[in-house]
């Protein structure tokens, strides 16, 4: 066969996102765009006011009495079970009936003509409630004797106790790691309109349309099937979307049921982020062995997470965590713990890394902890303790590391970065200056690409080949920007040999693709995309045996090129073809569907093999820092990121790049603060400071691995993209670390929380130089 260089579109090529230009130009359709039918109303959340009490009542009168108000939904008015919980525990309640949990929590939600009817109506119940004591972070619940939200999970190889006692250095320390708000463009949002029967159409900014359709289902006490959600497309998601949509969706549902209206639910942002789940802040207990050159012999770290009143995904959260706490790094003798912990704050949940990225920062802590104490680079370290061949290649999930490439790219990396010779400079420009100080870092990161719930890792897709040969695209995906949809029309479009224009990407709705994954874990493109070459290759299949047997030719000489179908010597153009079949009866429509192959996971052990593959990126960063105030700025940041075999390069490098400015901020300026009452001070863009286009490195160059390609069998042996180049802004947190250290002269570990914020460099140079 013939390459396929005239095909406009193919995979491993640059494509446009398909919704670029609406994007920039304000065309892209959101849910809070759909034209609202006549009689539509309105619904607002009312909220606590107090982290932990006793609900005694509520009256409603004054809200009752407002012009325009409709009525009231609570917990009464839930037609099927109240729970919205995604992991079926029972514990996440659309409203409460007996106990408030966290401050901001929603107890009801008013029904109005108007939103901001709805929204000042809300202000005016009367809650009656006894006040009952709270805990607020990890370590302050398992003080008072909270309870785990899920069960814990235990990671363990080797003998960690005897390891301990006969290394000739070992190292304790404590990090505590903050949380992060999602922070999309797009809120939360949800419309429901009441069909016949039990029948609801929800439309909503999801990604994970199923479980939302199972959710509204639970609520309203209905099948599954009579309920339908659609997702044209998110701004934005990060796995703030995954479960937090739930409650949204139901009360909207509930609310369209009973007055038999259309119904709209919208917050502001100071309740979107007050009312819905994080990143999961850690505390992190690690004790380190390692010998005097710097190679760890042992490792034992206990990941202490807030998740908050419920257990929502805090349980696959924290075992990522573990999953990642060993970054890329070998340790002969491990035992990691998780903690779980409930706390009186509003139930977290995923977020970009699904607690990878918290795993991975205990890693690097660990790496600059032995690096300060052997007074060696901290690269040197790292090189020392990755993973190799043979005994050197087992997690403390007990999975093999068999595709690692970390010795080419960070060597890469480190050549091009000319890391070595600015380290040098960096150390001597620090000597002289009194005031500003430098500090650079290269860090790696290995990211484990499958869900860990094993049953997560399938997926659905439905292609139509038009009579007249266009082609009609729906897969089980969500699009949130990431160009999710642009990919798997791309695989199409190379499958039956047409030009990217002839695919139409529909929205996700699932009317269409049941029961299908949240897009999410990085493998929206893995999975969504074999699904779909596999639905086409259905069609071809027919096709090709119509045109062998129409022509009377062998099967090997039906091929699909450029736009055209050869069949024997006859070139037929792909439309005609089609039209051709179609006549014949041929079924030019298929469901596809994928499941990842050799994963598997024993989490009463601890073992298994959770991930299909890793992906593997490194960064090199350098800041500046005044020790005067403790402010800084990123002064050069280089990236070499593995995709695998690119199937779309611009779109792949515009998301490590997003990934990469995401994972500096979470490290540098994103601080969630709550005061002794519980209350979220940092809720809007106001006391939230997610990074600036000011704050990006003053030089920033980002280059694929394009020497990379999957041992495994992937969509184009492709490789995820969305989650791993997240970890890579820890370049950043650690350059700041060694750029602090410097005012000590670099004999100790300045040990900095996350987030590194401004006061708290000031803190930590204003501590070392104390000590000195």
Same mark, same amino acid.
């Given at each position: ?14 494509? =446009? ?8 130009? $304000? ?30 009542? @509520?009256? %409603? ?30 514990? !996440? ?6 106990? @408030? ?11 109005? !003509? ?28 398992? &003080? ?75 609520? *309203? ?60 802040? %850690? ?19 206990? %990941? ?8 929502? *995904? ?54 600059? !902890? ?17 993973? $190799? ?22 060597? &890469? *990396? ?52 038009? =009579? ?46 049941? =029961? ?29 045996? %119509? ?30 073809? @089609? ?42 960063? !350098? ?77 920033? =160059? ?71």
């Amino acid at each position: 066969m013939k390459d396929n260089v005239s095909i406009i579109g193919a995979p491993h090529t640059n494509v =446009n996102h398909d919704s670029a230009v609406k994007h920039v130009t $304000g065309r892209a359709d959101y849910t809070d765009d759909i034209a609202l039918p006549e009689g539509t109303l309105h619904a607002y959340l009312g909220v606590s006011d107090v982290a932990h009490a006793k609900l005694i009542g @509520i009256d %409603f009168a004054d809200v009752l009495a407002v012009p325009g108000v409709v009525g009231v939904i609570t917990a009464n008015d839930v037609p099927g079970v109240n729970d919205i919980s995604p992991t079926h525990l029972n514990d !996440e309640p659309v409203f409460p009936t007996d106990t @408030i949990q966290f401050h901001g929590q929603p107890l009801f939600a008013v029904v109005a !003509e108007t939103r901001d009817i709805a929204r000042r109506a809300a202000e005016l119940a009367k809650i009656e409630y006894k006040a009952l004591s709270h805990a607020l972070d990890p370590i302050a619940a398992q &003080e008072a004797g909270y309870p785990h939200v899920t069960a814990p999970l235990k990671l363990e190889r080797g003998n960690v106790d005897a390891a301990q006692e006969t290394a000739p250095n070992r190292i304790k320390g404590r990090m505590r790691v903050g949380g992060q708000d999602h922070m999309y463009l797009e809120g939360h949002i949800a419309f429901a309109l009441p069909g016949e029967d039990d029948d609801v159409v929800v439309h909503c900014s999801t990604q994970h349309p199923s479980e939302a359709q199972h959710m509204v289902a639970h609520v *309203l006490g209905v099948p599954s099937n009579a309920v339908v959600v659609n997702v044209r497309r998110m701004g934005g998601g990060f796995g703030g979307k995954e479960s937090q949509m739930n409650l949204f969706c139901a009360v909207a549902a509930i609310a369209a049921k009973k007055w038999n209206r259309a119904v709209k639910i919208r917050p502001d942002r100071d309740q979107d982020m007050t009312a819905t789940g994080k990143r999961h802040d %850690f505390v992190i207990d690690y004790d380190v062995a390692h010998d005097d050159d710097g190679r760890i012999q042992a490792v034992d770290g206990c %990941f202490a997470a807030r998740c908050g009143y419920s257990a929502d *995904l805090s349980g696959p959260v924290t075992d990522r965590a573990l999953f990642h706490a060993d970054n890329a790094y070998f340790y002969p003798n491990v035992r990691l713990n998780s903690r779980p912990m409930k706390t009186n704050t509003v139930s977290n949940t995923a977020f970009r890394g699904f607690g990878g990225p918290q795993g991975v920062i205990a890693a690097e802590r660990m790496i600059e !902890e032995i690096a300060y104490a052997t007074g060696k680079d901290p690269l040197d370290i790292r090189k020392l303790n990755f993973y $190799g061949s043979g005994e050197r290649n087992i997690t403390p999930y007990h999975q093999k590391v068999e595709d690692s490439i970390l010795d080419r790219l960070v060597g &890469e *990396l480190e050549e091009t970065s000319q890391y070595r010779q600015r380290r040098q400079d960096i150390i001597a420009f620090n000597k002289t200056s009194a005031i500003l100080k430098k500090g650079i870092a290269l860090t790696p990161v290995k990211f484990g690409i499958s869900f860990t719930a094993t049953w997560y890792n399938q997926a659905g897709a439905l292609v139509h080949v038009y =009579n007249d040969g266009s082609i009609h695209l729906n897969h089980g995906g969500t699009e949130m920007g990431q160009g999710l949809n642009t990919k798997v029309a791309q695989v199409v479009a190379e499958a039956f040999q047409v030009d990217f224009s002839r695919i139409k990407i529909t929205k996700t709705t699932t009317e269409k693709v049941p =029961n299908t994954s949240a897009t999410a874990a990085s493998s929206g493109t893995d999975l969504n995309g074999m699904a779909a070459l596999n639905a086409v290759e259905q069609i071809k299949e027919r096709l090709v045996k %119509f045109a062998s047997e129409t022509w009377g030719v062998a099967p090997n000489e039906v091929v699909f090129l450029a736009n055209q179908v050869h069949i024997g010597q006859d070139v037929l153009p792909f439309e005609a073809f @089609i039209k051709q079949a179609y006549l014949a009866r041929v079924q030019l429509s298929a469901a596809g569907f994928y499941k990842t192959p050799k994963i598997h996971w024993d989490r009463a052990k601890g073992q298994g093999r959770p991930f299909y593959y890793y992906a593997y990126g490194a960064s090199c960063s !350098e800041v500046t820092i005044d020790t005067l105030t403790g402010e800084y700025r990123v002064e050069r940041t280089d990236v070499l990121h593995d995709v695998g075999r690119s199937l779309n390069p611009v779109l792949d490098k515009g998301q490590v790049e997003g990934a990469f400015l995401q994972g500096m901020g979470w490290l540098t300026t994103e601080e969630l603060w709550w005061d002794d009452a519980g209350r979220l001070r940092t809720h809007a863009p106001s006391t939230y400071k997610i990074p600036l286009a000011s704050d990006r490195p003053r030089i920033f =160059n980002v280059k694929l691995a394009d020497w990379s390609e999957n041992r495994e069998l992937t969509i184009k042996r492709s490789k995820a993209v969305g989650e791993p180049p997240f970890m890579l802004g820890i370049s950043v947190f650690e350059a700041l670390s060694m750029a602090v250290a410097s005012v000590a002269d670099y004999r100790e570990c300045p040990r900095l929380d996350a987030p590194a914020t401004p006061e708290r460099v000031l803190m930590a140079v204003d501590r070392l130089q104390k000590s000195t």
